[in-house]
């Protein structure tokens, strides 16, 4: 693309104050040094919502990145490319596909359904079943009865941050106060991780690769606190960086698969897989659009970045 390019990154914010990246917080400088770099290709950098999208790419009320500070614009504004940082299926809508968007809404809608993303990876997932209605006790009983491990793991199909989750023995998810903001669940095997991963963590963990531009590009390894079974940081979980050399060759094998069929498909899509590993075995627990930035003194930081501005690249070259 010849001339001026204008990038959006898109949130779900109301159109209000001065900072669109005050709910940010320590990972705040992260963000802004994505939109420097953008600023050092030439593009014109503006935080959006989409609450104030019009459609074709232009939003109307904007923020303007300038200086390493924010202004708004209540003025009609065309993107020529959106990072979509939307937090549900709200966006990008369904029938613009000629949308310069990461992610394109395929792939989006792919990651928001474990069910569906079960049945495309499921040889590397652990065996999974769909319960239509989790507070059926008859339902559930018939389901819990196809799980060989004695634990088991019973989430949203398009859940996040380990909200609504159980964890823990199959005679007691009867028990288990399932949120009613989600309708359906799936039920797996569960993988016992307390093992580790040598040279990478001892004992439980979720091993978190990101993947852009069909390679690893950054990865973590988090830890659920002491007595839980659930790594996620916001249910208390440590996360750790990782050097991605020290990544198992198992799973980077597992990620190189993937990553080159999502390449194809999906339009070279962003994402991160998270990974358990059962006495040397891995298993794929989730695939996220929503990948998450490095804090500002990540040692990986500065190529999550680079790499993120390549593939933004690719689409608008």
């Not at 990154?9 to 104050?17: G, I, L, Q, T, V």
């Not at 989006?108 to 989790?134: A, H, Q, S």
Request: with cysteine; glycine share 8%; hydrophobic share 35%.
């Amino acid at each position: 693309m010849t001339g001026k390019v204008n990038f959006g990154m898109c949130f779900s914010r109301k159109f209000e104050k001065v900072d669109p990246l005050g709910h940010i917080g320590e990972k705040r400088p992260t963000y802004i040094n994505l939109f420097e770099l953008a600023n050092e290709k030439g593009w014109e950098g503006y935080a959006v919502t989409r609450r104030t999208y019009q459609g074709k790419g232009i939003f109307n009320g904007v923020w303007k990145f300038k200086d390493g500070n924010f202004e708004t614009l209540k003025e009609r504004v065309k993107m020529d490319f959106i990072f979509d940082w939307v937090g549900d299926l709200k966006f990008p809508p369904k029938d613009e596909p000629d949308l310069k968007v990461v992610n394109i809404r395929k792939f989006k809608e792919l990651c928001w359904n474990k069910w569906e993303m079960y049945l495309r990876l499921k040889e590397f997932i652990p065996e999974t079943f769909w319960v239509e209605d989790v507070r059926n006790e008859a339902e559930l009983e018939k389901v819990l009865s196809n799980i060989k491990t004695a634990w088991v793991v019973v989430k949203p199909t398009n859940g996040l941050k380990g909200r609504s989750v159980y964890v823990g023995p199959k005679e007691n998810v009867k028990d288990f106060d399932f949120d009613p903001g989600y309708k359906n669940y799936i039920v797996q095997e569960f993988v016992n991780t307390s093992g580790g991963i040598e040279g990478v963590t001892e004992g439980l963990h979720d091993l978190r690769v990101v993947v852009m531009n069909k390679k690893s590009v950054w990865s973590h390894v988090r830890v659920p606190a002491r007595g839980t079974y659930k790594a996620n940081v916001a249910q208390g979980g440590t996360l750790t960086e990782i050097n991605l050399e020290d990544i198992p060759s198992s799973l980077k094998a597992i990620v190189s698969e993937i990553a080159d069929s999502f390449y194809k498909e999906f339009d070279n899509p962003i994402y991160s897989i998270d990974f358990g590993m059962e006495n040397g075995k891995p298993y794929i627990f989730e695939v996220n659009d929503q990948i998450g930035f490095p804090l500002p003194n990540a040692k990986g930081k500065d190529n999550f970045l680079n790499e993120l501005i390549n593939n933004f690249e690719s689409k608008i070259t």
